[in-house]
Nanobody, 121 residues
Framework: QLVESGGGSVRAGGSLRVSCAVS????????LSWFRQAPEKEREWVAS????????NYADSVKGRFTISQDKAKNTVFLQMNSLKPEDTAMYYC?????????????????WGQGTQVTVS
């Protein structure tokens, strides 16, 4: 089970951190990613982390502004979002797929959280 938290509203240029708590005892067997979906747009991949090795990957649109990280002791993945822009406004979803490879397509993920809203004005 994936449970997101930490969304909210912020002014352009501000920062937010969203979290994804993962239940279960096989945390390090998964790739965890963040996706986002704005109204009337497709859900798009934002960032991924290989929970076993710690490798990360980012979409070009967020590279240099967002950082994905993890706290293995708490089975939690974070997305630190800095220099936020209005176009970052979306529902942010945490997703997981078993294995060390982190795909970019939403259909490749088996598990999804309920989402947390991020609004940048």
């Amino acid at each position: 089970q994936l449970v997101e938290s930490g969304g909210g509203s912020v002014r352009a240029g501000g920062s937010l951190r969203v979290s994804c708590a993962v239940s279960g005892n096989t945390y390090s067997a998964y790739c965890l990613s963040w996706f986002r979906q704005a109204p009337e747009k497709e859900r798009e991949w934002v960032a991924s982390i290989n929970t076993n090795y710690g490798g990360t990957n980012y979409a070009d649109s967020v590279k240099g502004r967002f950082t994905i990280s993890q706290d293995k002791a708490k089975n939690t993945v974070f997305l630190q979002m800095n220099s936020l822009k209005p176009e970052d406004t979306a529902m942010y979803y945490c997703a997981a797929v078993r294995g060390t490879y982190c795909p970019l397509r939403r259909n490749d993920y088996n598990y999804w959280g309920q989402g947390t809203q991020v609004t940048v004005s």
